[in-house]
């Protein structure tokens, strides 16, 4: 599935952007949102609309958002968040995860959280990551995640990751 070229609408919905792009790799009947940069947009709005309710819309999207919107979009699959845990994050669920087909949102930033992207597969010791300010996949060392000195998404530090339970159904059903 071609996911490249499709970006956030605004600087406030790449959680959203995030949580549609999962949904879509995860459920073929929802890919159609992607037909267009139209329709991802507004599906965008949709999505941030809904799962923001108390949260100010301003201030982008909570972790507990973006895996409440995946599990809902994605016809099944349920997801769930946890803390980046610093330098000793082995990150072998989110490999895991990854491994089995799954995509895994990570929440980036500097000394706040300011950025959602979507890792979308593992090559190695390389993770491709969708960046939906550029719309483009880009290649991620996993070192650089481990270490926080992650580069070309814009931020340097993760700071959670939201995942899927992997009790729940495969990514490939």
């Known amino acids: 599935m071609q996911i490249s070229r499709l970006r956030q609408r605004d600087g406030t919905t790449c959680g959203p952007a995030v949580a549609v792009m999962a949904a879509a790799l995860l459920d073929p009947g929802y890919r159609p949102v992607l037909a267009g940069q139209g329709l991802f947009s507004d599906e965008q709005l949709r999505v941030h609309a809904s799962i923001n309710l108390l949260w100010p819309r301003r201030l982008g999207t909570t972790p507990t958002a973006v895996a409440r919107a ?23 669920d989110v490999l ?52 926080a000195k992650l580069r070309n998404v814009g931020y340097p530090r993760p700071f959670a990751f939201v995942l899927p339970r992997l009790s729940t159904r495969s990514a490939t059903a």
Request: aromatic share 10%; hydrophobic share 45%; charged share 25%.
């Open 70 to 92: 995946i599990t809902v979009l994605s016809g099944g699959a349920r997801y769930r968040w946890r803390l980046w845990w610093g330098r000793r994050d082995r990150l072998c």
């Open 96 to 147: 895991d995860a990854l491994s089995a087909g799954w995509p895994v949102a990570m929440l980036v930033g500097r000394t706040i959280p300011r950025h959602w992207v979507l890792i979308v597969d593992v090559t190695g010791e390389m993770l491709h990551c969708y960046e939906p300010s550029s719309g483009e996949v880009r290649v991620l060392d996993l070192d650089a995640v481990r270490l």
